[in-house]
């Protein structure tokens, strides 16, 4: 008799997204799956998950017919790039590129047209799928793109082509009303190459990070398993029956794995084309949405809704905030606001595809206080399991777990990403030693929780000393008078940096900036939060505080215009 | 500039046992991790997991100074054997041996002696770690393993050597006490084989299923996940707080995945020695536990417990049934003894490392009665997600999801076995079609629930029908007289075989064979549950039904003692 071991069907069984994909039509093939809400119409489109798998059949035999090339293990596929906000067609792309052996490049469409420009051809992508609401963007760089992408894909809810310059463009919804339901999806290695995202360039121009079908199943499993592990009073078990809506875009490093969980667990998935305040209520409303991951932000932002009131919120029970500190304050108020609505922070970034670490309520905390587990809540927390997280000094060496050393935090484990597509120097300045350096500084508290300080390009430094900026915007967002609120350093001929806090003041406040110093004195220095030097030396009471293409403070656009603030700042004697 | 990319680090990070053992004394060193009670001096041994930890690593600093090799990927290591019950000592060597490149072979000390014997000389163990307790069994087969086995390590609660023939003795504290309690664990390779478990033997010689750490891992962490799929509504959230004791055997193929999940969660183990009714209670009392895994027969040992009442058991609030089917009579009976005690059915085997289907309340089911749900919990359910598994007919095609035909269940997988040890034949008797090929005979229900039907080998043929022998045994144990029961065919001149039903009453019930065929017409023919043709047509009413080491039913040992439970039974006339 022969020895028929079957490797590839047990033990190197290849941990593939397909798996995912297949999961809910198997074991829900009739329920609504998927729910898209058109921003601009307000009109819904509904999917059971045998009708959005059949799409997701015919996309893929649509790239078959339009010669897309899958690629081998480790050697990137030919690449389809997408400029689309939330929808079903874009969920469809996310499963039908990977599944079948090419790679997905999700436009970040908030950069800027020359970046835009650089991540297509850098990437060479050879399909772009657009969304008709973009089609002025994608027009506006066409001259630039044509000769690296082949074919242009127009995705919208409306038949027919638009009238436009674009040449080689296909309709969507044609193209897959040819192709056949059916779609033998191969078995891949689970080292083909899922997607490629990109850095959002802040610092330069943006990096390509790639992740293999195995990194990003390795991220999902462990992320999963992770909520049995919780001991927090307050969460809620939905089981299968959570409704998330999908507001991070699939264009922001992997919806932070939204499209991945939740098409896994066969949870009922709300679209809502683009974030707008009047979509979420109406959605959360109809849809009886029960989980949302969000910047903090959108939290802000729905506190200062005045509509907010006539909406019922009711079903929203879990909050994930990422892509920032999440402020206490706004935590606060945003649950006196919806109660049910209970939130904590996570922390991750582009290269690690991207959650790494997350609150967490210890075994032992069971028990505490809501006002000691909410400040558990918002400290960034504790390494996913399977993952190695360190905080290291200059010297590599891991700084003392003491709540004071500041250090760089380092990572390492499946889903971080191996390298920068074609771009050895990029790769070599963020791998050493072992490690991937994050460029973020946190210290460990007592508890051995990590606790983001900052980004070291934005670290504060006054005298010999760095101010823990994260934890300073962390209490003056606790004012009941502040809406949001950011800290930049500016040059300071005595100390080199000096601090300025910059605000938003709730909707009809009448507090001056002497307040919030006031209110730093009282709830920061004497409770020995922060110490007297850290106060902030300037205070500027803004409108609108500017914001990266990915929703986060922008300081190096607060850095360009310092004249600007330091115009409208008041100086405040701390002493 | 060089380009470091570190895929070991990233993508290929390893998935190794090292990541489970490693998080417990990283997040909880000063809580207490590991209870043991020795059953028969009754005395409490508690361990912090930094002990724990210290211990092992002195236990992998003892396996270098035994001078173990360490395999290479697919190449076995040196393999170490373990007779041994339930003790932080064989929890130790339960990550010690795989985490530093050996592979643990831990024998079933309730298998003949010449099964033992085979195992040990065909597994070429090199040392053998073996409970005081177990001397006299390791005297017994010394002369027939002392050329195999290099080395012996004598584990005691008590300090010292007995006074014994076996050579080259070690006593395991000794060992311990002379290495350092540190040890750089190797970065190996996933695809190092952790485990060589042999199946019972129940038809032949044992065969020996060996696992990589990369599938060992991969069923618990998807194990993990698949909890926060779950829609049970009676499911109790302990996330870290959980207490689980440790009850089946660790030689049984992994103690169900008891040593992996509940180290890699933190969570207090606490552990038996091996299982006694008195033990069990007390610990459950002591130790507030709150999560079990048990084969029925414990049920029904249980709720034979005279003094049960004497004992708060009230803490128990989980309890997973494998190794046969529950019987949902067993079911209702021991949650009525103790509240809160809520219990659903899984399915494995040796070959699938084992866990593969398990009890699942399906979203759409959530708001059923208890009636319902509990039928439900009691069917053994979905795969889990990450594995493919399917029912096919003799032809290995997919059978329809009616209800009515039977199959053979298939398994695919990460966690599926590649291959027997040294055994081609019988791997490839088992591995054929790209499919892993149980044995074990299934129906798909309506709600496309697998459905286990019975071994292949027990199945009953009647005429051209096969008796569905589970759902009869679970009709039989609704019954509120009946402890445990089973059926077996027996020869029969007209229908090839006929159904015979053993039995085993409640304490003090007075009933008859006869009042069981009511119960049945009642019951299963009245309610369209069974037909008539199914009834048994002989009853028999024992003391004991006799079992395997692994506390199944032992059909085989029945149909070798056939003409005595036929001497026994009562012909009874169905129509």
């Known amino acids: ?187 891949l290695s689970e080292d083909n190459y899922a997607t490629l995202c990109y850095t959002t360039g802040t610092t330069g121009l943006p990096k390509g990070s790639m992740f293999t079908h195995r990194a990003i199943y390795l991220l999902i499993i462990h992320g999963l398993a992770y909520g049995v592990f919780s001991n927090d009073p307050s969460r809620v078990y939905l089981g299968e029956n959570a409704i998330p809506m999908i507001i991070t875009p699939l264009f922001h490093i992997h919806a932070w794995g939204a499209p991945f969980y939740h098409v896994f667990m066969a949870l009922r998935i709300v679209l809502p084309g683009t974030f707008t305040v009047e979509g979420f209520c109406e959605l959360v409303q109809t849809e009886k949405v029960t989980s949302v991951a969000v910047v903090p932000t959108i939290l802000a932002l729905l506190l200062e809704y005045k509509d907010l009131d006539k909406y019922d919120l009711s079903s929203l029970v879990s909050v994930a905030v990422g892509g920032g500190a999440l402020p206490l304050g706004l935590k606060t108020k945003i649950e006196k606001k919806i109660p049910g609505f209970t939130a904590s922070s996570g922390y991750g970034m582009t290269e690690t595809a991207p959650t790494t670490v997350a609150a967490f309520v210890k075994k032992y905390m069971k028990g505490w206080s809501k006002e000691k587990l909410d400040e558990v809540r918002v400290k960034t927390g504790l390494p996913y399991p399977g993952l190695e997280v360190d905080v290291v000094d200059e010297n590599g060496k891991p700084i003392p777990h003491d709540n004071n050393a500041l250090g760089q935090i380092v990572i390492r484990g499946p889903w971080v990403m191996e390298k920068y597509y074609k771009n050895p120097e990029k790769t070599a300045a963020v791998w050493y030693d072992g490690w991937f350096h994050t460029g973020d500084m946190a210290k460990i508290d007592e ?85 007297n030097w850290m106060l902030p030396k300037l205070v500027v009471i803004v409108n609108e505080i500017p914001r990266t293409s990915v929703g986060k403070f922008n300081k190096i656009e607060i850095r360009k215009n310092l004249d600007e603030f330091l115009s409208k700042a008041k100086d405040i004697k701390t002493n």
């Not at 790239?63 to 899958?70: N, Y």
């Not at 480790?74 to 790039?81: M, Q, T, V």
């Not at 605000?503 to 001056?512: A, F, G, I, T, Y």
């Open 1 to 187: 008799m022969v020895n028929r071991t079957y490797p590839e069907f047990s033990s190197h069984y290849p941990l593939l997204l397909t798996t995912f994909m297949k999961r809910p039509v198997k074991v829900y093939p009739n329920e609504i799956g998927v729910v898209y809400r058109n921003h601009i119409t307000g009109k819904y489109y509904r999917f059971t998950w045998l009708e959005w798998y059949k799409r997701t059949c015919r996309l893929a035999n649509a790239l078959k017919t339009l010669k897309i090339k899958p690629g081998g293990p480790f050697k990137p596929g030919d690449r389809i790039a997408t400029m689309a906000l939330n929808t079903h067609r874009h969920l469809e792309i996310y499963y039908a590129a990977p599944c079948s052996g090419a790679m997905l490049h999700p436009i970040n469409v908030r950069l800027s047209q020359d970046h835009i420009i650089f991540t297509i051809k850098h990437a060479e992508d050879k399909i772009l799928f657009f969304d008709d609401s973009l089609l002025p963007l994608v027009e506006g760089i066409y001259d630039k793109i044509k000769d690296t992408i082949k074919k242009f894909v127009y995705m919208s809810d409306k038949s027919g082509l638009p009238d436009t310059k674009i040449q080689n463009l296909y309709e969507y919804e044609e193209l897959l009303k040819e192709e056949s339901d059916v779609f033998e999806w191969p078995h």
């Open 447 to 531: 508890e051995d929780f990590l606790v983001i300080a900052d980004r070291m390009s934005d670290i504060i430094r006054s005298g010999a000393e760095m101010v823990p900026t994260v934890l300073l915007e962390n209490l003056i967002a606790m004012a009941d008078f502040v809406l949001e609120a950011t800290v930049v350093g500016v040059p300071d001929e005595v100390w080199g940096e000096k601090t300025m806090a910059i605000m938003k003041l709730v909707p009809n406040s009448n507090k001056k900036e002497e307040d919030l110093i006031e209110f730093l004195k009282t709830e920061g220095v004497d409770k020995g939060k922060i110490t």
